[in-house]
């Protein structure tokens, strides 16, 4: 008896999936898009099996499907993203040409656009909590306490974080808009 793999294709699948799982990553269908068309320049697909994400590489030679997650995912494409930032930077500082230096920085501001949608995202996952609890414990390290006022600072970011991930959403839901009918203008 097989396990059924239903592959993740379309921004929607990917939606439509993490809300059924209850998943504490809240995307919408441009953000899940960008999340997909990173996977799929990596040559990886993304797919659910017994109703866990999961991904298969598909430059390996026999390709098999491997536990994933959102967060995962999310962390991978926001390295992958930093990565192509440095790289068109490194070419806007050595162009051959001004039409080269052009692409660079068309191909940058677009990289940077999508940084600040996948720092939204990346907000949402338990690669943020991490870092949040590394930082207590330097500070608790360096200073034998945390200090009151920083105390406090994080408490109202951990209990605001999920009120301003609902608020970054629909910013980035804006942007992706503008940036739709911008490209619809031309």
Known sequence: MGTEVLEVNMPGELVMWLHLAGSGVSMGQSEAGIILDYLKEHNMALAVRNQELVVRDMGEESPEYQPYSIDDAIHDVCEWNLELIDEMEDGMKNPDSQEDYNRFSEAHGILKQQEEVLDG?????????????????????????IPEGVREKMKIYSQGRAERSAGEKESVQEFMQRRQERERMR
């Open 121 to 145: 995202l990346y907000k949402q996952t338990k690669y943020e909590q991490i870092a949040v609890e590394c930082a207590m414990e330097v500070i608790t390290l360096a200073l034998g306490e």
